[in-house]
Nanobody, 114 residues
Framework: QVQLVESGGGLVQGGGSLTLSCAAS????????MGWYRQAPGKGRELLAS???????NYADSVKGRFTISRDNAKAMVYLQMNTLKTEDTGVYYC????????WGQGTQVTVSS
């Protein structure tokens, strides 16, 4: 069963923090580089952060130093700790493999107010 289920989004004030979680089916997750993507209103999905199965990470310049991606290989979970949130971080957040696969979950909405 193919599954990507994102959670943890919500409404937060600028400067606040949120932690997103993604539960993946092992068929998607195992030995794969995983990523968090964001789709801001009126824009396409952009890759924010990725993490290899060995734990090596990469970040987009827009989130570097503020966001931290992590994973639990035993549980097939991926996390995104988001600190110092800005209004421009508003959007729907998705997890997927990197490069992105064809299947997407429903995403989780993050809204940052000023």
């Amino acid at each position: 069963q193919v599954q990507l289920v994102e959670s943890g989004g919500g409404l937060v004030q600028g400067g606040g923090s949120l932690t997103l979680s993604c539960a993946a089916s092992m068929s998607i997750f195992r030995m794969k580089t995983m990523g968090w993507y964001r789709q801001a209103p009126g824009k396409g999905r952009e890759l924010l952060a990725s993490i290899t199965s060995g734990g090596n990470t990469n970040y987009a310049d827009s989130v570097k130093g503020r966001f931290t991606i992590s994973r639990d290989n035993a549980k097939a979970m991926v996390y995104l700790q988001m600190n110092t949130l800005k209004t421009e971080d508003t959007g729907v957040y998705y997890c997927n493999t990197f490069p992105r696969g064809a299947y997407w979950g429903q995403g989780t909405q993050v809204t940052v107010s000023s």
